[in-house]
């Protein structure tokens, strides 16, 4: 199915054909951790390895200031419309304060998680996750509000050419000490998820204390017109630390060691109560560029719907305030079906895989390192048990040198989430391959693993 000229809305998309073979053989996604055409960060400033092995042994700075949206909300009901939405406890935000935010439809299924930051004065700064953010201005057009709403797209979706903040993370064990070394003046002491504002080489900055990787990390934003004189100061710093500048290679594989499944496909395609959504949504949306991908390939794109439980923040839903999809997650909530988890893979299989690259006939699916999972972003592969039934899906997948392992994150059932249970991992598609241009001729195999726990990494554990 192509896009015609005359489909103008998400719903016009849908109501054309079959979606799921769309999003699976023909969406060019939406996210550049797939396409490097879509950000100008580079994919390597050294190596992968060594940017892998910086967040564990010194430290790494990530530039995040292209691939996020920002979404600034203001005004009297500020504050009630993003309760209404959130499936999270907010009564505690305050100037100084961030949450990890989650939204979901009324049937419980996630949109989306973005971070919350409380700017002070009734405002608020919802960064990441293009769905939600979607979902928190239509809530917020559509409902009646008295907010203020002012986007910042992502580099790639962004008509102005430019972003309003940059944003960088600096993360491992030394982190700390370069972040003490390079404040102005006195280093606050900052609580986790908490802010502070101060300066950086005299330039205003907020910092979120945040990490990747378990240590005493912090995301640093401040007006992009003065990012090159922040990421200096900190280089300069970092130099006798051994800090490296990670590229998105690296980037995007700390969620292996990290546990976090970004971008899960928003429930929102179906349900005549969303119709109006989607018909709100254009069909060029994130939503309607979508790219499926993985062993997983159902024909119903409910199947690719997730709860909170699934993506591991069952313990971020409260039910002490009325939100969007609370009477449906109070029903999950009495028994989740499914949970997150680290599946580590068999080593012989992995080197099986790589072999067939060397042998005559069709090889296996490409491990192309440290990212191995081809989607953009919504990669699903079947996880099976050794006799063949399903009981879960193979998300995020890919290299780590600091465990040494090849893992992907998953959503399995309960009963065998248990670490040390082994399963099994569809790996490639069916019949030889979907059309999307990533991804080559290939046969399906079954990968052995093994469950262990999410996050995997013991110190963001």
Known sequence: MSVATDVVSLQDLIDRGDLVDFLYNDSPGAHSRGRPDLTPVRQEFTNWRD?????RETAVLFDQSHHMPELFVSGPDALALLDRIGVNNLSNLGDGRAKQFIGCTERGHVIGDCILYDLGGGGYELVSSTPLLNWVEYQAQTGGWDVSLERDNNTSDNPTGRRRRFRYQLDGPQAGAIFDEVVDGRPPEIGFFRTARLTIAGVEVIVLRHSMSGHRGVEISGPFEHADTVRGAILA?????????????AYYSASFEGGWMAYPLPGVYTGEDLRRYREWLPATSWEGRFQLAGSFRPTDIEDYYVTPWDLGYGKLVHFDHDFIGRAALQEVAKRPPRTRVTLVWNTDDVLRVLRSQFEPGTPYKHLDLPVCDYGNVQHRDEVRTAGGRLIGLATKTGYTVNERRLLSLAMIDVEHAAPGEEVEIVWGEPDGGSRKPQVERHRQTTVRA?????PIASARR
Request: no cysteine; net charge positive; aromatic share 4%.
């Open 51 to 55: 940017e892998q092995r910086s967040w």
């Open 237 to 249: 710093a970092g130099e006798r630390h051994g800090l490296l500048q990670g590229g998105t290679k």
């Open 450 to 454: 093994t469950v262990a726990p999410a």
